[in-house]
């Protein structure tokens, strides 16, 4: 109760301030927790992938070549 008085007194500017600083304080938590998610998408060759850096190209991973058409 003592919060909600608080927060009613409050003028609009701090209001806005306060709506800010707390979706400021979200988003930099949500970044935090997912960091390692976020430089492993970064990374395109990163181990997350299953592919090792030193994998060699398999014959899928070639692109098709033109079958020769008989006419």
Do not use: C, F, K
């Amino acid at each position: 109760m003592l919060a909600v008085t608080t927060l009613l007194n409050l003028s609009w500017p701090a209001r806005i301030g306060l709506l800010a600083l707390v979706v400021v304080i979200g988003l930099g938590y949500m970044l935090w927790r997912h960091r390692g998610e976020i430089a492993a998408a970064a990374d395109p060759g990163s181990q997350e992938s299953g592919i090792p850096h030193d994998a060699p190209n398999t014959p899928q991973d070639q692109p098709p070549t033109p079958e020769a058409n008989p006419q």
